[in-house]
């Protein structure tokens, strides 16, 4: 496993506390990360995620997802190094987690996006299949994301990030210190989404755990009226990313496969 933690652009008297919180969530978080490297950035700018409500991200990082987003100049850099030829690239890591400015001004923020998205990587590195089961849901079409008012809370892989992020922010500030920042994110509502998401960490149970495979199924089970565009995501998938092509929607869905066979 190798964690490198960067400042991009690199202004390094304004965000040396804020590489030394992200230093602390990793140092604490380090036996469960997968041996893959890993690219955290965080950024002096909020250029990438105009969003008001998005905190940063995870992404995994080859030559089929780095071309999904128009990485400025200095994150383009780090992520992949050209060769002398012109034809080929290296990546440089596996994966990257960025975090604007936004988030990095403040440690609860930094510490429960970071820890949040640590998630994401831990379970791109151990249980890909239901992260990526999980991807062809949050890849449905927008109209039907709001028909069946689809919200993070009902994605398992985000239902455990917010779970374990909640759980290390305790435990490294403490319980009376996240839950005023958590009240503060309600109050100061960015969005009427992002009150939401809030509302639902606060009522989160840090002791709790949940099954993310189980939740998986019994989601796509919930789905199941709407299969064919289940497909058409998969597909989708498929088509932009071959890591994809290996799932089979009848893996969700073996009583279909049964009378298939049958």
Not at 17 to 43: I, S, Y
Not at 129 to 136: C, D, K, L, S, T
Request: with cysteine.
């Amino acid at each position: 496993m190798s964690v490198e933690i960067c400042v991009r652009p690199d202004v390094s008297e304004i965000m040396e506390m804020p590489r030394r919180w992200a230093q602390r969530v990793v140092d604490r978080l380090e036996v469960d990360l997968p041996d893959m490297r890993l690219l955290v950035c965080l950024d002096t700018t909020n250029a990438l995620t105009p969003e008001p409500d998005v905190r940063g991200f995870f992404q995994p990082n080859d030559k089929h997802y780095y071309r999904t987003i128009s990485w400025p100049g200095y994150m383009a850099r780090a992520l992949r190094t050209i060769n002398s030829t012109g034809f080929e690239a290296t990546y440089n890591y596996h994966a990257v987690i960025y975090l604007p400015h936004r988030t990095c001004n403040r440690e609860e923020s930094l510490t429960m996006t970071l820890a949040h998205e640590l998630r994401h990587f831990i379970q791109f590195g151990f249980h890909y299949r239901i992260w990526a089961w999980n991807g062809v849901v949050t890849n449905l079409k927008k109209d039907t994301i709001r028909e069946r008012r689809l919200a993070w809370k009902d994605i398992p892989i985000e239902y455990e990030a917010r779970l374990h992020a909640k759980r290390l922010s305790e435990q490294m500030l403490g319980s009376r210190r996240t839950a005023e920042y958590i009240d503060l994110k309600i109050d100061e509502h960015v969005t009427d989404r992002d009150v939401a998401d809030w509302e639902f960490v606060r009522g989160l149970d840090p002791s709790s755990e949940c099954n993310t495979t189980a939740m998986t199924k019994i989601l796509f089970q919930n789905l199941a009226d709407i299969r064919g565009e289940l497909q058409e995501s998969l597909d989708d998938r498929k088509r932009d990313f071959p890591d994809f092509r290996q799932l089979d929607l009848n893996e969700m869905f073996p009583e279909y496969e049964d009378d298939v066979t049958t």
